[in-house]
T-cell receptor, first 115, second 116 residues
Framework: SQKIEQNSEALNIQEGKTATLTCNYTNYSPAYLQWYRQDPGRGPVFLLLIRENEKEKRKERLKVTFDTTLKQSLFHITASQPADSATYLCALEDDRGSTLGRLYFGRGTQLTVWP | NAGVMQNPRHLVRRRGQEARLRCSPMKGHSHVYWYRQLPEEGLKFMVYLQKENIIDESGMPKERFSAEFPKEGPSILRIQQVVRGDSAAYFC??????????????FGSGTRLTVV
């Protein structure tokens, strides 16, 4: 069966440290992998997208890696801040014509950054 | 430049009533996607619509649920004869008409439906 697993439902780290979140998938062939942030009572907010032929993507303090052999993506937040506390969602998109636009989401990892 | 607008933010319905959820896409966007987030679960795709056309409804329950995106006005997700299990947050996302390269989707703040 198809699965998207985000390891660690909750992750607590100290301010200034690097947070690393994991997304593993089974029985998908994603063309793109995306990461979103979701705050309580709000909709997901897009952060980063990485293609299947890219190894790494960076945006300010954020970095995403994508290993299609391991079927895994890692999401890093460097120099973390309390304001980074939120739930982070991994989402796959299959670019095979008929399923374009359909995102498959993991259940998310709740990150708490304490001062 | 307003984002994706969803209303109402909160909706309470009694079992057996109808729920209507509205979504206005971002300006210039003609594709709309609906997702459902059940408590303690991830977001699940429901339906993908273009103006006056359903592209993919593979995630919609076969009964009681329907969606439309008319030529004028917002997209509507309609749930007839609601049951307690329909209680969830419903999110809408939109995208532009031409998909040139991959990009992230813009989501609304959602409608939280509670069935009592």
């Amino acid at each position: 069966s198809q699965k998207i697993e985000q390891n660690s439902e909750a992750l607590n780290i100290q301010e200034g440290k690097t947070a690393t979140l994991t997304c593993n998938y089974t029985n998908y062939s994603p063309a793109y992998l995306q990461w979103y942030r979701q705050d309580p009572g709000r909709g997901p907010v897009f952060l980063l997208l990485i293609r299947e032929n890219e190894k790494e993507k960076r945006k300010e303090r954020l970095k995403v890696t994508f290993d299609t052999t391991l079927k895994q993506s890692l999401f890093h937040i460097t120099a973390s801040q309390p304001a980074d506390s939120a739930t982070y969602l991994c989402a796959l998109e299959d670019d095979r014509g008929s399923t374009l636009g359909r995102l498959y989401f993991g259940r998310g990892t709740q990150l708490t950054v304490w001062p | 430049n307003a984002g994706v607008m969803q209303n109402p933010r909160h909706l309470v319905r009694r079992r057996g009533q109808e729920a209507r959820l509205r979504c206005s896409p971002m300006k210039g966007h003609s594709h709309v996607y609906w997702y459902r987030q059940l408590p303690e679960e991830g977001l699940k795709f429901m339906v993908y619509l273009q103006k006056e056309n359903i592209i993919d409804e593979s995630g919609m329950p076969k009964e009681r649920f329907s969606a439309e995106f008319p030529k004028e006005g917002p997209s509507i997700l309609r749930i007839q004869q609601v049951v307690r299990g329909d209680s969830a947050a419903y999110f809408c996302a939109s995208s532009p008409p031409s998909r040139i390269g991959p990009y992230g989707y813009t989501f609304g703040s959602g409608t939280r439906l509670t069935v009592v």
